[in-house]
């Protein structure tokens, strides 16, 4: 377990403070908006691809493409939902009349490629690191890590559509019959927490322009990320359910407002989480250092 979880020797309190100060100082919540845009921008692309791709798969696209928007209805607050679905079934269309594929793929792989690069320099500003990598070992990285977080969503779509078929088939064998879709509902959630830490740790570890890299120091940021995303979610959902404010403001542009206020909570909470790993990780090279002058 210490491989994995380390607060670098502070107390939570003490952790909790650090962070928010730091989060603070850095601009977070601004850099989130510019995060919040190039996500907005890679995300219909990126759509339009999976789309694609899905198109392949003649018996389980279709399946996978509602599942899909299902997921994406539970995520989003309901008016970015329905935009999102919207832009779904136009975007299907488009696919499916196979026109300009090629631009297509390149059009949305250059639109998540940058966004992944806006995260990787939004994570340096919290890690408070300088980017000295090479443009290419940049553009590689990103594209790696664009791949790493595309498979990881894309197990997480595919466990929600067969995880369901195996517990209606193999539930009877295992004397559960009424319930087997229940259960199986509720191991889901944890599974995909799971996979979203994995995909948190990995940004973690790997975008910034770090030469030390331990992964006792990105989880707890990885859990404290996805509690924030999880939480600020929740609330998005039950605010845009009972006010209206946001309609009578922007009008037919509400749900694209609503989405983008969506992402920004999404880019607040990945940047925050950095924020607190880069406090540990002080934390513990502060505590290391002190031991060594204690010996020496």
């Given at each position: 377990?210490?491989?994995?979880?380390?607060?670098?020797?502070?107390?939570?309190?003490?952790?909790?403070?650090?962070?928010?100060?730091?989060?603070?100082?850095?601009?977070?919540?601004?850099?989130?908006?510019?995060?919040?845009?190039?996500?907005?921008?890679?995300?219909?692309?990126?759509?339009?691809?999976?789309?694609?791709?899905?198109?392949?798969?003649?018996?389980?696209?279709?399946?996978?493409?509602?599942?899909?928007?299902?997921?994406?209805?539970?995520?989003?607050?309901?008016?970015?939902?329905?935009?999102?679905?919207?832009?779904?079934?136009?975007?299907?269309?488009?696919?499916?009349?196979?026109?300009?594929?090629?631009?297509?793929?390149?059009?949305?792989?250059?639109?998540?490629?940058?966004?992944?690069?806006?995260?990787?320099?939004?994570?340096?500003?919290?890690?408070?690191?300088?980017?000295?990598?090479?443009?290419?070992?940049?553009?590689?990285?990103?594209?790696?890590?664009?791949?790493?977080?595309?498979?990881?969503?894309?197990?997480?779509?595919?466990?929600?559509?067969?995880?369901?078929?195996?517990?209606?088939?193999?539930?009877?064998?295992?004397?559960?019959?009424?319930?087997?879709?229940?259960?199986?509902?509720?191991?889901?959630?944890?599974?995909?927490?799971?996979?979203?830490?994995?995909?948190?740790?990995?940004?973690?570890?790997?975008?910034?322009?770090?030469?030390d890299r331990k992964w006792q120091w990105s989880t707890p940021g990885a859990v404290v990320a996805l509690i924030l995303w999880v939480g600020s979610a929740l609330l998005l959902r039950a605010y845009f359910e009972y006010s209206r404010s946001y309609e009578r403001m922007y009008g037919t542009l509400a749900d694209v407002a609503i989405l983008l206020m969506w992402l920004y909570f999404t880019s607040?909470?990945?940047?925050?989480?950095?924020?607190?790993?880069?406090?540990?990780?002080?934390?513990?090279?502060?505590?290391?250092?002190?031991?060594?002058?204690?010996?020496?």
């Amino acid at each position: 377990m210490d491989r994995l979880w380390s607060r670098g020797g502070l107390s939570w309190p003490q952790l909790v403070k650090r962070t928010w100060h730091e989060s603070w100082e850095d601009e977070v919540f601004g850099l989130a908006a510019r995060l919040a845009f190039y996500h907005f921008l890679a995300l219909f692309p990126v759509l339009l691809l999976l789309l694609l791709l899905l198109l392949k798969l003649s018996d389980a696209g279709p399946q996978l493409r509602n599942t899909l928007t299902d997921s994406l209805s539970q995520l989003l607050p309901q008016q970015a939902a329905q935009l999102v679905g919207s832009m779904v079934g136009q975007l299907n269309h488009t696919a499916g009349l196979g026109a300009g594929i090629w631009w297509a793929v390149l059009g949305s792989t250059w639109a998540a490629v940058n966004g992944t690069w806006a995260l990787m320099t939004g994570l340096n500003m919290a890690y408070e690191v300088k980017e000295k990598r090479r443009w290419w070992k940049l553009l590689g990285l990103a594209l790696v890590l664009t791949i790493c977080l595309a498979i990881l969503g894309f197990a997480a779509l595919a466990l929600i559509l067969y995880g369901g078929r195996a517990a209606r088939v193999i539930g009877p064998h295992l004397g559960i019959t009424a319930h087997g879709w229940l259960l199986w509902r509720l191991v889901q959630w944890p599974i995909i927490a799971i996979l979203l830490l994995t995909a948190f740790a990995i940004l973690y570890r790997f975008a910034p322009n770090l030469d030390d890299r331990k992964w006792q120091w990105s989880t707890p940021g990885a859990v404290v990320a996805l509690i924030l995303w999880v939480g600020s979610a929740l609330l998005l959902r039950a605010y845009f359910e009972y006010s209206r404010s946001y309609e009578r403001m922007y009008g037919t542009l509400a749900d694209v407002a609503i989405l983008l206020m969506w992402l920004y909570f999404t880019s607040a909470a990945i940047l925050i989480g950095g924020e607190m790993n880069s406090e540990i990780e002080k934390a513990a090279e502060g505590g290391a250092g002190q031991r060594d002058q204690a010996k020496g």
